[in-house]
């Protein structure tokens, strides 16, 4: 299989994303999140191995990913948007490093997301997969969002000039 199969793309995307996430758990020092993105790495690597099996019905065993692991990302968006003010704009990234990390991993897990899509249009891909890397992109922006304000930052609002 040639390196620019939408397989191999679609997978290494999700090893990319790998990568930023744990340089996201490095920077945080809040045990939960780091928790939570420890898990996200496993779920991811589970990703990745399904990603690349060429079957849909293997004779080797193959992780698999279920509904609760969506949930688990849902609930920890629910959490963190309790204390968030309401976005009244679209909101551009920076703010701090952390925040930063946050949304550089959001574009990556977006870019995966299409990734993956494209592959699931050829071939078979989990519906978990989709919805547990869509969840994902949304828990990453929501998580940026929380670290500015647990220091005690503003997120900062697009002005579009009109």
């Not at 930023?20 to 191995?49: C, F, N, P, W, Y």
């Not at 609760?68 to 629910?78: G, H, S, V």
């Not at 909101?91 to 494209?118: D, Y």
């Amino acid at each position: 299989m040639p390196k620019t199969h939408i397989r191999i793309e679609a997978y290494g995307t999700v090893d990319e994303l790998m990568a930023h996430i744990g340089m996201l758990r490095d920077m945080t020092d809040h045990e939960g999140t780091k928790d939570l993105l420890l898990e996200v790495q496993d779920r991811l690597m589970s990703i990745a191995s399904i990603l690349a099996s060429d079957c849909e019905d293997c004779e080797v065993a193959i992780p698999v990913l279920e509904e609760t692991d969506i949930r688990r990302l849902e609930l920890a968006i629910d959490e963190m948007e309790s204390s968030l003010p309401v976005l009244k704009s679209f909101v551009l990234p920076g703010g701090h490093v952390v925040s930063s990390q946050c949304h550089i991993a959001r574009t990556v897990c977006r870019r995966a997301e299409r990734q993956i899509i494209r592959l699931a249009s050829e071939l078979f891909v989990p519906e978990t997969v989709i919805k547990y890397i869509n969840r994902l992109s949304d828990y990453l922006f929501v998580l940026a969002r929380k670290v500015l304000h647990d220091f005690k930052l503003k997120d900062t609002p697009w002005k579009p000039k009109l």
